[in-house]
């Protein structure tokens, strides 16, 4: 059981539409899962049950393929999602302090949410604003060519 | 047919065959390690790389399919440096304390280290710092990550043969690990225990959970009356163990080994199957007669019982309510036995030497009782026996034979075969057509040919007494899914079925004696272990279950007649449908 897993039936309904759909095409369960990702924010048991009686796949196949991709996550993402470029060039320029600077602030380690579900800390690869280095987001907002001692006041932003 | 040349040898070969079995047929062995004929063909741990004239790179042989004019090198410096460092690194990152592992000196992985020459370990092994746990929660199976060399062997028994698949690989690149779903133990998964990944793994990573120290300690106690009792397939893996050939059936030197072991009694499981027979035989012919649930399926393969009722829950009632032989014969030895020999049945200790890890869980299920007590107390495998006798410094294969003990010792040829594929339909066969004709068959007529082999589905409609009786036999737990959905779609239909969870039946089961790659891809196990339970049966002078005389005394003396109220209680048991995670 993952903690706090919370259904609707609106979410429900719409993740059982997206796989009756996808029922009858052969390799469609990587689109099921973006799909479900997008629904739940997140992939936990109770989700990938659903799609592995429903596409007639075993779960341990389905554990399998989720945990391959960095794309898919096991655990819930939180309203703000903060995602730390660690590519070459924000590498060289430092991401990797930005990086612990964040998880210093919100107590966090990379994958995982705070407790009030607010933030949810992650390293990706090349966000492709190489210029901007060193990068990290959250959600749409981009910000860059900061450093550690920039995080506190960019953090306060999304706090109340 | 197609000219090729592996090391200057000139073969002719059907085109297609891989270069791995196109070498094997001169003579020359290519290494492998994550291959398995017909099981895991992948190409994956490139221990088997060839050089090929006019390819660029090395070839994995044993998916690489031959074609006229193929020339290979299988023995060339450069194949040989390749080779050497994939097995290196494969060992870098091996949990390699040989010494302590019960696959020792039966480990592909050792014996190809032995083979490539391997003096030291170039590589540190990041195992050795941050050690996976162990999952040892299941009663029949113990699965040890770090020894595991993600051959993916067992994954593939597990998904595409037994169509099973709670394990499988997860994570990527170096993190990679076969396991189960979010990290869960296997007895939290729908694993029905078969143990068939443990038959398939090249090294210690599957195991059985061993029952080997309760059974000494049993036997050193004074006070306890320990019995064991082997199943019909043990005795024709046995030998294997002692480097007697596949095939062989030593039982009378079975027998003299475990009397050595220090068992009070050693009783053959078959008196157990003929007693089956004669509740599943009665149960069928009144189900027929009656008109209850057809078909009616045998309940004698746990692991198969376990898949029903978390996959096939609205096949339950067609399930047998028989309970296994092993498990019958232990309610036998704790009830009537006990009183016969004025024995307390709560000093008797039971042992169930089975082919088999899913008896290991089926003898705990809480169902298994009689009076309180557990039918079994403790289920070997044919592997844990063969190491006890190791243990005790026996040399099996040059023992006197000796007789299971009286007055159980008379089993007949039909409780022998239940050990195959069909064994226990034709054993089911024999006593149903002495009963419906009210005559007793001639030897001549008491073969059923048509439900014998090692096909994953086999069917065939026999005419008794003017009755045609549809039945149907699947080994194999894929075999025995695509049946059910026959029924289920209401393409086929049958009276009776046999489902053995494992390929060719308890012969090939999970606890028998495992035999590597190198001998398991070209020689058929099932089939060569399974002559030999037909041989035995051929040489017994009792080949029909309702002819075993002490079947005969038990329901004289003690139940009545099969399917009576005692024996219901004592004898049959129910099933429950289980979720799935």
Redo the contacts between chains.
Sequence with gaps: MSIGFVDTEEKHSKLLAIIEESKSKPGSLIHVLHEAQDIYGYLP?EV??MISEGLDI???????VV??YAQFS?KPKGEYRISVCLGTACYVKGSDKLLDKLKEELHLEVGDCTADGKFSLEACRCIGACGLAPVFTINDDVYGRIGPDDVPGILAKYKD | MVNIKIDGIALQVEEGITILEAAKRANIKIPTLCFLKDINEIGACRMCVVEIKGARALQAACVYPVAEGLEVLTNSEKVRKARKVTLELILSNHDRSCLTCPRSENCELQTLSKELNIKEIRFPSLSDKAPMPIDDMSPSIVRNPNKCILCRRCVSMCKNVQTVSVIDTMERGFRTVVGCAFDKALVQTPCVACGQCIAVCPVGALTEKSAIDDVWAAIADPDKHVIFQTAPAVRVSIGEAFGMPIGSRPTGKMVTAIRMLGADKVFDTNTGADLTIMEEGTELLERIKNGGKLPMITSCSPGWIKFCEHNYPDFLDNLSSCKSPHQMLGAVLKTYYAQKMGIDPESIYVVSVMPCTAKKYESKRSEMKVNGLCDVDAVLTTRELSQMIKESGIDLPNLADSDFDNPLGNASGAGVIFGATGGVMEAALRTVADVLTGESAPADKIEYHAVRGVEGIKEATVNIAGKDIRVAVASGLGNARKLLDAIRAGEANYDFIEIMACPGGCVNGGGQIIQPSSIRSWTDLRAVRAAAAYQEDCDLPIRKSHDNPFVKALYDEYYGKPGSEKAHHELHTHYYKRDNY
């Design positions: 048991i990938q049950k075993p779960l341990a196949e389905i554990y399998g945990t391959f096991l």
